[in-house]
């Protein structure tokens, strides 16, 4: 789960790690007084999306920028043209992101700039920390050209952060005076302990500024939360923002479905992640696009069944299904009989390929058979494939 980065700035701030001072409004009526409560005479006026790149990125309309540092007299005309918005950064895909929540942020003199980010080291099983002295720029772009730009720091989780750990960064950022070591101390071993007591998958700052008045201060502010430890944290749900999510994806979740959207025309409903992976591919090898990953787990039933249907139904790029289930925990005639009962409840007319494999097949291929319904069934993985892409490209001439 992500958090806009006004959310994130506000977790910093319970965490002793320095940001500017903000206001977040979601409607016009309110940035007057927001406006009001910032201090100096400029202001930076950042739309918040679930998305970097802002600062670069451009609105539908042709106005520049999601990130604006401009006079205070302009900065209610200047959120107006964000509000409500299309934007597209480098990180949103083309159709963009609608602007939701505007934030109105207090300049900063900055001197220099820094990247700083905490996250999961599969390689090493541990905490990684990747920090940069080319802030503010891409950070995939400097490990590209100008790696030794970067360093990457491991973290034992068992052991904690190190005060030689926090010397080190510090040393490299050049905050080696007894002042700024103190303050940066108080950034990373705030940032540590929020990563790890909210279980987060990643914490990033990009840029950390140096102000010209010898502030180390969290300038932007990406926060994401490892989805399976969600239980774990009942405060963070307030700060989900559903405008930033898939409906069918939140849809899916209620159901214990793994869904996710994409921008083909083939909808596909298989048990288990790496078969529904492997389906992907195999749609694609045949000249197809999947709709969408679903992964309707190994305890599916009827009502899961249908919902899956429900959900995938919802895509109006959908043109043909491909079920594709293999019966190991689960049984074939089971899911044959959730197949045939979501058909009828769901009223479904689209193209539909069934391929059955496992457990009780035969039976499940009969039910199918005798049930009415109009569908293709397949004998393997290849077959089914072969069979949805062909349907769907002829009706689709
Ligand atoms: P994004 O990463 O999405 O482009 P940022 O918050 O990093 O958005 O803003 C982009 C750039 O705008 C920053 O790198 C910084 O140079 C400038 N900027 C952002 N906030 C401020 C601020 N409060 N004062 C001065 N400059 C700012
Ligand atoms: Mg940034």
Redesign the pocket.
């Known amino acids: 789960m992500n958090i806009h ?1 006004y959310q994130a700035k506000q977790l910093f701030k319970e965490y002793g790690v320095p940001v ?1 001072d903000g206001v977040a409004v979601k409607s016009e009526a309110e940035f007057d007084s927001a406006i009001a409560a910032i201090k100096g005479d400029h202001v ?1 006026v ?1 739309s918040q999306i679930h ?7 451009e609105f539908v309309d042709g106005f520049k920028g ?2 604006k ?1 401009v006079k205070r007299e302009e900065a209610a005309a200047t959120a107006k043209r964000m509000l409500g918005n299309t934007i597209v ?1 480098k990180q949103t895909g083309a159709a963009g992101r609608v602007v939701g929540t505007v934030f109105f ?4 003199n ?1 001197k220099k ?1 820094f990247y700083l980010s905490i996250l999961m080291d599969r390689a090493s099983s541990k905490v990684a920390v990747v920090a940069s002295v080319a ?2 720029m891409d950070i995939e772009k400097v490990a590209e050209e100008t790696p030794d730009q970067i360093m990457k720091m491991i973290i034992d989780p068992d052991i904690g952060l190190q005060a030689f750990q926090i010397r080190k960064l510090a040393f490299f950022f050049g905050f080696g005076d007894k002042e700024m070591m103190k303050q940066f101390k108080a950034i990373f071993s705030g940032l540590y302990k929020l990563f790890i007591q909210k279980d987060c998958s990643m914490v990033e700052i ?2 950390l ?1 140096l102000t010209d008045e010898g502030n180390i201060v969290a ?2 502010a990406k926060v994401s939360f490892d989805d399976n430890a969600l239980f774990r944290h009942p405060e963070l749900e307030a700060l989900r923002d559903p405008h930033e999510e898939d409906p069918k994806e939140i849809e899916a979740g209620k159901y214990g479905l793994n869904y996710i959207a994409l921008d083909g025309n083939i909808a596909c409903m298989v048990n288990g992640a790496g078969l529904a992976m492997s389906t992907m591919d195999i749609i694609k090898h045949f000249g197809g696009n999947p709709a969408n990953f679903l992964d309707v787990g190994g305890g599916a039933n009827e009502e899961a069944i249908t919902q899956a249907f429900n959900i995938l139904l919802k895509d109006k790029n959908v043109k043909g299904i491909l079920v594709n289930i293999f019966g190991g925990i689960m049984r074939c005639d089971v899911i044959a009989a959730g197949v045939i009962a979501a058909v009828k409840n769901v009223g479904l007319t689209l193209p539909l390929v069934v391929r059955l494999e496992g457990t009780n097949v035969d039976k499940g291929r009969q039910m199918l058979a005798e049930s009415g319904i109009k569908l293709t069934t397949a004998d393997s993985l290849a077959d089914a494939a072969e069979k949805i892409v062909k349907i769907v490209a002829a009706e689709n001439k």
Do not use: Y
């Open positions: 980065e500017q930076v950042k998305a970097g790149g802002r600062g670069k990125g999601g990130v540092f950064t942020a207090e300049a900063m900055i700039e802030g503010g990009n840029p500024i300038l932007d």
